[in-house]
């Protein structure tokens, strides 16, 4: 596993490099970095924009394999196709998925549907 981060950009949470994938608004992105607080992913063409919510309706660890994870997202930055995101609340499965995934327990995602 590699971390990304340095208290120059005053991050809480400290960006994970092995990406995975996320599911929201009909697409699938494979993440640039991600970490317990949020996610980057490029590529973005949609209409999100910084201050927008939207709910993230699946993870997993490739776009081919994602479950139903449901996940309140705000928009913090948008640019050149580049969308980066912050976590508004996990909930309990949220925060076991998202651990899963920093782990790469895919043992845990057996129970959860796939979509």
């Known amino acids: 596993m590699t ?3 340095s208290a120059s950009h005053q991050r809480k949470d400290n960006r994970i ?3 995975v994938a996320v599911s929201f608004g009909g697409n699938r992105y494979q993440t640039l ?3 317990l607080g949020g996610f980057r992913v490029g590529g973005y063409q949609g209409d999100l924009l910084p ?3 939207f ?3 699946g993870i997993g660890f490739t776009v081919e394999e994602i479950y139903s994870v449901i ?3 705000k928009v913090v930055r948008s640019f050149e196709g580049q969308l980066a995101v912050s976590f508004v609340e996990l909930t309990p499965k949220a925060y076991d998925a998202l651990e899963a995934l920093m782990m790469r327990r895919k043992k845990y995602f057996e129970k959860l549907i796939k979509l």
């Open 3 to 5: 971390v990304v981060g």
């Open 17 to 19: 490099e092995v990406p």
């Open 33 to 35: 970095d991600w970490s």
């Open 51 to 53: 201050g927008h919510e």
């Open 55 to 57: 709910k993230l309706d």
């Open 71 to 73: 996940i309140d997202c």
